[in-house]
């Protein structure tokens, strides 16, 4: 089991930008894919971005793609949100999740390929 915590959240205007950050602990970080996902008022939990634990493949929703970039440091245990060019549907709660899949059987953008999760962070954009 992975414990996750996430920060960088708050407030900005349309067009602002953002960095999330999520610290791992508990197991091998360097093992886990990576995600995020979000969750807006009144919708279902959504995929934005992942990260494999090797070689590194980066992948996006078609949403955010452009605009947001995942990155990861094994030896901080943490990975990243760069949201750039935030737009007010980008408002959401925000979780970091990670997954101990193979990469036969992960699912980067399917929320059941991941085990644990962290309590999220909030991100609200303003127009």
């Known amino acids: 089991q992975v414990q996750l915590v996430e920060s960088g959240g708050g407030l900005v205007q349309a067009g602002g930008s953002l960095r999330l950050s999520c610290v791992a602990s508990g197991r091998t970080f360097s093992a886990y894919n990576m995600g995020w996902f979000r969750q807006a008022p009144g919708k279902e939990r959504e995929f934005a971005a992942a990260i494999t634990w090797s070689p590194g493949s980066t992948y996006y929703a078609d949403s955010v793609k452009g605009r947001f970039t995942i990155s990861r440091d094994n030896a901080k245990n943490t990975v990243w949100l760069q949201m750039n060019n935030l737009k007010p549907e980008d408002t959401a709660v925000y979780f970091c999740?990670?997954?101990?899949?193979?990469?036969?059987?992960?699912?980067?953008?399917?929320?059941?390929?991941?085990?644990?999760w962290g309590q999220g962070t909030q991100v609200t954009v303003s127009s």
């Open positions: 999740a990670a997954s101990g899949r193979s990469v036969y059987s992960f699912r980067y953008n399917r929320a059941y390929s991941y085990d644990d």
